[in-house]
């Protein structure tokens, strides 16, 4: 029946429902919404639909969003809502639209609503992985025009290495418009972020915890360079306290903190702290979840993921994962700027990029970490898990001299962290057991330190490693136990290069009790040097079907049950002649 009705008359009657809801002096409620369908522009409903949606913003803004855009369609100026719209869709995690209505309203002599719209930008350029350009905008804003927007500032600006500028903006603070709970977050979170500059103490976790949780109970989104949880989860995985990261990632999770747009970040924070923990199998399911609860990563989160794979590879004992794991991080990295709240990741890629020599891909990016570290006056909590991944990195590339002052540097900041204390003194006994000097006792201590802060596969290789360097059998057996308590699989990881196996005796003088032959052990040699079957063929004169088969032997004997295992019993069987030869 309306089908068959001319335009002309559906509109008159329209007209004539509104006049009459409006003498009547009732909301028009879901009429608004079903009159702009209709395609009907008349300034009530286009007012009616802009009061929706400021309601739905806070709580649910892709709903916000839909209801902004009809507001549009039926007469309302689209300059005017076009930073509320862009705050709609960045909250619901759909960067691309709200960057280009930023985009377009900050190009405009006179924008309206600037202060959101410049904190809608700076969320999205933060998501996209450039905190730097999110830095520039509210430099453009400057302090004159900063007003209630200067935390957020603050928090975009130290991230980038600004300290004067993020001081420089909250001198030109004015005090929140309300005092909501979700008024003081970005005051508290910015509160959190000097006092990691000041110490690694406790204190900025806690102002950080605080801010997350006034965010959930609050139940409304805001934009943000960083969420509260995952800023909060960030900063305790850098002091060690894991219980922390987990605890205020599921809380922030239970209460959909930040909306659908800041899900994937807290399930791959969910993810690294379970990675931490030692429990792989809770990581991937939480990289699973975090890729199905949006259609794309934002770039910041892709980072997050690619170090993730990264790192899970590493832990597993999984080479072939982890060749794969390195080809997509190393191009995901190449995309993305090197910001305060991303040392995480990179430390996770320079060790990894040292167990492949591939260092040098990296190199630029740590350079650029250690940079903007020094221009915040390297402040401990940020930059002790950093030299440890310069520790495990230098062992790795086999350069010792490289490992001294970062050990030097964990040694420094031992006063102010329990973190770092406990990372000093493994760094110290990885120094002596690279000297060749295996203090039993200080190894295990260390290697239960290690994994009282979350790091039980360092524990557990550092533990293996000195197992390697015994000079004693029963020292050996009593290290290589303690390497699996912690972890199995990194006991012998293929990473680890033993300098004295198990066939040794005191005076390092090669007992060989593997059980091979010399062609057997000529072949190992080989294979541990990365050649096919067909070069080893040819470099000793049999075929390749040949070296297969005693290549089949040697796992036989050797009781490996995987390449990997195998390349690692080879290496203990051999010893120094696998490097040497």
Same mark, same amino acid.
């Given at each position: 029946?309306?089908?068959? !009705?001319p ?8 007209r004539?429902?509104?006049?009459a ?21 008349d ?8 009061a929706?949606?400021?309601?739905l ?7 916000a ?28 995690g ?7 209505? %930023? ?21 999205v ?6 905190l730097?350009?999110?830095a ?14 200067a ?6 600006l ?22 909501t ?12 972020l ?9 204190n ?6 605080r801010?997350?949780?006034?965010? !959930?109970a ?39 903190q ?40 934002s770039?910041?989160d892709?980072l ?18 982890l ?18 709240? !991303? ?7 320079? %060790? ?21 570290l020094g ?9 002790v ?9 230098a ?6 001299g ?7 540097a ?11 204390a406990?990372? =000093? ?15 039993v006792?200080? %190894? ?7 994994a009282?802060?979350?790091l ?18 029963k020292?050996?057996a009593?290290?290589?136990a303690?390497?699996r ?5 990194? =006991? ?8 004295a ?20 052990r000529?072949i190992? =040699?080989? %294979? ?11 470099a000793i ?6 070296v297969?088969?005693?290549?089949a ?29």
């Amino acid at each position: 029946m309306v089908a068959a !009705t001319p335009t002309h008359q559906v509109r008159s009657r329209q007209r004539a429902l509104l006049d009459a809801i409006d003498v009547a002096g009732r909301p028009l409620n879901g009429v608004a919404s079903r009159l702009a369908r209709s395609g009907i522009e008349d300034p009530r409903v286009a007012q009616a639909l802009v009061a929706q949606g400021d309601a739905l913003l806070p709580r649910e803004p892709a709903k916000a969003f839909e209801v902004y855009s009809q507001a549009v369609a039926a007469g309302a100026d689209g300059t005017v809502l076009a930073a509320r719209r862009a705050q709609a869709a960045a909250l619901s995690g759909n960067l691309d639209p709200a960057g280009r209505l %930023v985009d377009e309203l900050l190009s405009l002599p006179e924008p309206p609503d600037l202060g959101r719209a410049v904190d809608v930008a700076a969320e999205v350029w933060s998501r996209r992985g450039m905190l730097s350009r999110s830095a520039d905008v509210y430099r453009w804003l400057g302090p004159d025009r900063i007003g209630a927007s200067a935390p957020l500032a603050a928090i975009a600006l130290v991230g980038c290495g600004d300290r004067a500028g993020m001081e420089g903006m909250l001198a030109a603070a004015r005090p929140p418009t309300s005092p909501t709970l979700l008024a003081a977050v970005p005051t508290l979170v910015c509160e959190g972020l000097r006092e990691t500059l000041e110490s690694a103490s406790t204190n900025a976790m806690g102002s950080l915890v605080r801010a997350s949780d006034m965010m !959930t109970a609050s139940g409304s989104t805001l934009p943000m360079p960083m969420n509260p949880a995952a800023l909060a989860a960030l900063v305790a995985l850098h002091l060690g306290e894991l219980a922390v990261a987990e605890s205020v990632t599921e809380d922030a999770l239970a209460g959909n903190q930040g909306g659908a747009g800041c899900r994937p970040r807290l399930l791959l924070m969910r993810a690294w702290t379970a990675m931490l923990r030692d429990r792989p199998d809770h990581a991937r399911a939480a990289i699973t979840e975090a890729r199905s609860a949006g259609d794309v990563l934002s770039p910041r989160d892709e980072l997050f993921l690619r170090a993730l794979e990264v790192g899970l590879a590493r832990r597993t004992d999984d080479p072939p994962g982890l060749v794969q794991a390195w080809g997509r991080a190393r191009e995901s990295i190449l995309h993305f700027p090197v910001d305060l709240f !991303t040392l995480l990741p990179l430390g996770e890629l320079l %060790v990894a990029a040292a167990r492949l020599r591939d260092s040098a891909r990296i190199e630029g990016h740590v350079a650029e970490a250690w940079a903007l570290l020094g221009r915040l006056g390297d402040p401990p909590l940020w930059t002790v898990p950093l030299h440890w991944a310069e520790v495990h990195a230098a062992i790795l590339a086999e350069r010792p001299g490289q490992l001294g002052p970062h050990a030097a540097a964990l040694v420094r900041a031992s006063g102010q962290s329990h973190f770092a204390a406990v990372l =000093a003194a493994a760094g110290r006994v990885w120094v002596s057991v690279l000297a060749g000097e295996v203090d039993v006792e200080a %190894v295990e201590i260390a290697a239960r330190g290690l994994a009282s802060v979350g790091l039980t596969w360092d524990g557990s290789r550092l533990a293996g490693h000195a197992a390697a360097r015994a000079p004693e059998r029963k020292d050996m057996a009593r290290l290589l136990a303690r390497a699996r308590d912690l972890h199995p699989a990194a =006991a012998l990881a293929p990473e680890q290069v033993p300098t004295a196996p198990p066939g040794s005796n005191r005076s390092g003088t090669l007992v060989d009790d593997s059980g091979l032959s010399p062609r057997e052990r000529e072949i190992a =040699a080989q %294979v541990l040097a990365g050649r096919t079957y067909r070069e080893i063929g040819d470099a000793i004169y049999i075929s390749p079907r040949t070296v297969e088969h005693h290549v089949a032997r040697i796992r036989r004997r050797l009781g490996a049950s995987s390449r990997s295992e195998l390349l690692a019993r080879m290496r203990i069987a051999l010893g120094e002649e696998s490097w040497t030869s």
